[in-house]
C-alpha cells in the first residue's frame, strides 16, 4: 500500500486494488481441463475540475503505478462534467457482515472443486441422469478501496458455484434442467440438498404432455421470479436509470406499483448471499434499503456519482460489472446497482399451497430474463407441472408471457420458503434476489406451435 501513498497526497485520488484466486473444473465426465488463476490489480481514479478520470494497471511497481495515475489524470480531461458536490468516500466507520468467508474455500481450492465435481457425477449415475454441461468454481477475493480523504477500507470474501445442465438417461422425450448454485459458505449436506433436488426435478419432468391455450392460475418459482425482478426492480430503482430517464419508478415515489403484501428490500447483510458486503466498491458502508413497502415505491440506490447528480447521498450501492464472472475485477467500471433484492415470504408453506391448488406450477424456463426498460417477458417453460389438488403432471411445449409490473401487482399470496438466486443471463453484475414461490392468478400460457 505503501507504493500509492505518494500518488494520493498529490491528487484528488481514489485507488481501488483487487486480488482474486479461483479454481475451475467441468463438472461433466467428457471434459478434463482445469483452470487456476490468480490476479491482482487497481484502477486509479482522479477528479479534476469536476471531471474522474480512470486508468488501470496490474503492474505493482513503483513506475507503472506513477504512469497509472498520470493517465488518470490525463484521462479526466475527455469525462463527463460531475456536479460540484461530487466526492469520493468519506471515513465513516465500517460495520463487518457475516457469511462472506469461509476458510474450507479458501485453503485447498482445487482438492475441493475435484471433490464437488466427483460428487455431481456419482449423484447423476445413481439418478439415472446425465451431465451434458457445467462446472465447479471456487473463487476468494479480497478488494481495498483508499483515497486522498483518508479512507482505506477492505473487505475479503469467498464463493462457491456450480452450474449444471442435465437430461434424463431414457429415450423417452428428454426432460432437461439448467441449474445454478451460488453461496458464500460451503456447506456439504447444503450443497448435496441442491444437487439431488435438481436430478430429481429433471426425473419427474420425462415424457411431458403438451399444454392448452388457455388462462390458468400460477404458481412461479425462484428460479423463474428471481431474475426477471432483478432485471427490473433491481434496474428501475437504480440511480443511474432514474438520471437516464428510463425507470419505470419515476414519478411513483410513495405511491403503489405493487399489491400490498409486496415488500423488497436491498440487503447487503443478508449472511451468505452472493452480495453481502460490509462495504461498497466505493468503500461506502453498505446498509439496508427499503424499495418497495407493502406496494408502495420507498427508495432509489446510488453510488458516489449517481447520489451527487441526485443531490443526495450514497446509499453503499457501488458495484462493479465484472465480479463473479471475471477475476479482472479492478478493470470494470462503477454504477449503482442492487446487492441483495430480498422479497418477503409469505405464511403458507409451498406443500400447503400446492395440496390446495389447480393450475401449472413452473419450476423451470428457457431463459428468465425480462426487459429491463418495459418489464416485458415472455419464455418457453421447461420443467412444469400441470397440478390438480396435489397430484402432478409434467407439461411442456407452451409459451408464458406478460409484464413484471403486472406480476407484482396481481401475485395473491407467496410462500413461507424463500430461495437466493442470481440472474443466470448476467451474473458477472454479482446480484441476488432472495425470494418466495409467488402464485398469481389468471394468467395465460400459450401453446407453442
Not at 107 to 123: G, I, N, V
Not at 407 to 416: F, N, V, Y
Request: charged share 25%; net charge positive.
Amino acid at each position: 500500500m505503501k507504493a500509492f501513498e505518494s500518488i494520493l497526497k498529490k491528487n484528488n485520488t481514489e485507488i481501488f486494488i483487487s486480488e482474486t484466486r479461483l479454481s475451475e473444473c467441468p463438472i461433466d465426465s467428457d471434459s478434463t481441463y482445469t483452470r487456476a488463476a490468480t490476479e491482482t490489480g487497481y484502477m486509479i481514479r482522479t477528479l479534476k475540475n469536476n471531471r474522474l478520470g480512470t486508468s488501470t494497471s496490474n503492474i505493482m511497481d513503483k513506475e507503472a503505478i506513477k504512469k497509472t495515475a498520470q493517465l488518470s489524470l490525463s484521462s479526466s480531461a475527455h469525462a463527463e462534467d460531475l456536479p460540484k458536490s461530487f466526492s469520493f468516500t468519506g471515513t465513516e466507520g465500517k460495520t463487518p457482515v457475516s457469511g462472506t468467508f469461509d476458510n474450507t474455500i479458501s485453503k485447498d481450492m482445487d482438492t475441493l472443486s475435484a471433490k464437488l465435481r466427483e460428487e455431481c457425477q456419482q449423484a447423476a449415475t445413481e439418478s439415472g441422469i446425465i451431465l451434458t454441461n457445467g462446472k465447479i468454481k471456487l473463487m476468494e477475493f479480497r478488494y481495498t478501496i483508499m483515497n486522498s480523504l483518508g479512507i482505506e477500507k477492505t473487505e475479503r470474501g469467498t464463493y462457491i458455484s456450480a452450474a449444471i445442465d442435465s437430461k434424463a438417461d431414457t429415450k423417452q422425450p428428454l426432460a432437461e434442467l439448467s441449474s445454478t448454485y451460488i453461496k458464500r459458505t460451503y456447506k456439504k449436506s447444503d450443497f448435496t440438498n441442491w444437487l439431488k433436488n435438481r436430478l430429481d426435478i429433471t426425473k419427474k419432468c420425462i415424457s411431458p404432455q403438451k399444454l392448452k391455450t388457455a388462462s390458468y392460475n400460477l404458481i412461479l418459482s425462484p428460479s423463474v421470479a428471481g431474475p426477471i425482478m432483478l432485471d427490473t426492480i433491481g434496474y428501475w430503482a437504480s440511480g443511474k436509470s432514474r438520471l437516464d430517464g428510463i425507470s419505470l419508478f419515476e414519478g411513483k415515489e410513495n405511491k403503489a406499483v405493487a399489491s400490498p403484501n409486496f415488500t423488497a428490500t436491498d440487503d447487503p447483510t443478508y449472511p451468505g448471499a452472493p452480495s453481502t458486503f460490509s462495504i461498497d466498491m466505493e468503500g461506502t458502508k453498505t446498509k439496508k434499503t427499503n424499495i418497495i413497502k407493502n406496494g408502495i415505491f420507498s427508495n432509489y440506490i446510488y453510488n458516489n456519482r449517481y447520489a451527487s447528480h441526485a443531490n443526495t447521498k450514497s446509499t453503499g450501492n457501488c458495484k462493479k460489472a465484472t465480479f463473479m464472472g471475471s477475476e479482472k475485477i479492478y478493470t470494470a467500471g462503477n454504477f449503482s446497482g442492487m446487492h441483495n433484492l430480498s422479497i418477503d415470504q409469505g405464511t403458507e408453506h409451498l406443500e400447503s399451497i400446492l395440496s390446495g391448488f389447480s393450475g401449472i406450477y413452473i419450476e423451470a424456463v428457457g431463459i428468465p430474463s425480462a426487459d429491463h426498460e418495459t418489464g416485458n417477458f415472455g419464455f418457453e417453460l421447461r420443467n412444469a407441472f400441470l397440478v390438480d389438488k396435489g397430484a402432478m403432471t409434467p407439461v411442456r411445449y407452451a409459451i408464458y408471457s406478460g409484464k413484471v409490473q403486472d406480476l407484482i401487482r396481481d401475485t395473491k399470496t407467496m410462500s413461507k420458503e424463500r430461495e437466493t438466486v442470481t440472474d443466470p443471463m448476467a451474473p458477472e453484475y454479482n446480484s441476488a434476489c432472495i425470494t418466495p414461490y409467488f402464485l398469481i392468478e389468471n394468467q395465460k400460457i400459450s401453446a407453442a406451435k
